[in-house]
Protein backbone atom coordinates (compact mmCIF):
# COMPACT_ATOMS: atom_id res chain seq x y z
CA UNK A 1 0.00 0.00 0.00
CA UNK A 2 2.50 2.71 0.67
CA UNK A 3 4.53 1.78 -2.72
CA UNK A 4 1.31 2.38 -4.21
CA UNK A 5 0.96 6.07 -1.96
CA UNK A 6 4.38 6.48 -3.19
CA UNK A 7 3.30 6.09 -6.91
CA UNK A 8 1.03 8.64 -6.74
CA UNK A 9 2.67 11.31 -5.71
CA UNK A 10 2.15 11.05 -1.66
CA UNK A 11 4.97 12.49 0.20
CA UNK A 12 6.20 10.59 3.12
CA UNK A 13 8.11 12.43 5.85
CA UNK A 14 10.37 10.49 8.26
CA UNK A 15 11.23 12.28 11.76
CA UNK A 16 14.23 10.77 13.86
CA UNK A 17 15.71 13.06 17.04
CA UNK A 18 18.77 12.33 18.96
CA UNK A 19 20.46 13.42 21.75
CA UNK A 20 24.01 13.98 21.28
CA UNK A 21 25.96 14.23 25.60
CA UNK A 22 29.59 15.21 25.58
CA UNK A 23 31.76 14.07 28.57
CA UNK A 24 35.62 14.54 29.13
CA UNK A 25 36.61 11.31 30.27
CA UNK A 26 40.45 12.50 31.18
CA UNK A 27 40.97 11.33 34.27
CA UNK A 28 43.19 13.61 36.87
CA UNK A 29 43.98 11.85 39.97
CA UNK A 30 47.17 12.26 42.40
CA UNK A 31 48.59 10.26 45.63
CA UNK A 32 51.23 10.52 48.43
CA UNK A 33 53.84 7.78 48.23
CA UNK A 34 52.48 4.20 49.28
CA UNK A 35 48.97 5.57 49.41
CA UNK A 36 46.21 4.44 46.60
CA UNK A 37 45.39 7.40 44.01
CA UNK A 38 42.43 9.53 44.75
CA UNK A 39 40.60 10.16 41.36
CA UNK A 40 38.75 13.45 40.63
CA UNK A 41 35.33 12.93 38.94
CA UNK A 42 34.72 13.03 34.96
CA UNK A 43 33.46 16.23 33.45
CA UNK A 44 29.77 16.99 32.14
CA UNK A 45 30.48 19.03 29.08
CA UNK A 46 27.81 20.08 26.46
CA UNK A 47 24.27 18.42 25.54
CA UNK A 48 22.92 18.78 22.60
CA UNK A 49 19.67 17.66 20.62
CA UNK A 50 19.55 16.84 17.13
CA UNK A 51 15.54 16.92 15.22
CA UNK A 52 16.18 15.80 11.59
CA UNK A 53 13.23 15.04 8.92
CA UNK A 54 13.50 13.53 5.29
CA UNK A 55 10.94 13.10 2.90
CA UNK A 56 10.28 10.71 -0.05
CA UNK A 57 10.93 13.73 -2.29
CA UNK A 58 14.40 14.70 -1.35
CA UNK A 59 13.58 17.65 0.95
CA UNK A 60 14.95 17.76 4.20
CA UNK A 61 14.95 19.67 7.59
CA UNK A 62 16.69 19.93 10.78
CA UNK A 63 17.48 21.70 13.94
CA UNK A 64 20.16 21.25 16.53
CA UNK A 65 19.68 22.63 19.96
CA UNK A 66 21.36 22.89 23.08
CA UNK A 67 19.61 20.61 26.07
CA UNK A 68 16.82 18.47 25.22
CA UNK A 69 13.50 18.22 23.36
CA UNK A 70 10.23 18.94 25.01
CA UNK A 71 6.92 18.83 23.56
CA UNK A 72 7.37 22.49 22.36
CA UNK A 73 10.58 22.68 20.63
CA UNK A 74 9.05 19.72 18.72
CA UNK A 75 6.22 21.38 17.81
CA UNK A 76 8.00 24.65 16.76
CA UNK A 77 10.09 21.64 14.56
CA UNK A 78 7.01 20.14 12.71
CA UNK A 79 5.71 23.80 12.01
CA UNK A 80 8.49 24.37 10.13
CA UNK A 81 8.54 20.70 8.23
CA UNK A 82 4.54 21.73 7.29
CA UNK A 83 5.03 25.64 6.52
Not at 15 to 21: H, K
Not at 27 to 37: I, L, N, Q, R
Amino acid sequence: MHLQQLAEGVECINIDESGINSTSYVHKSWSSVGTHHVEVAARRLNSYNVVAAISSKGRSWFVVGNGSNNSLTFLFFLLRVCA
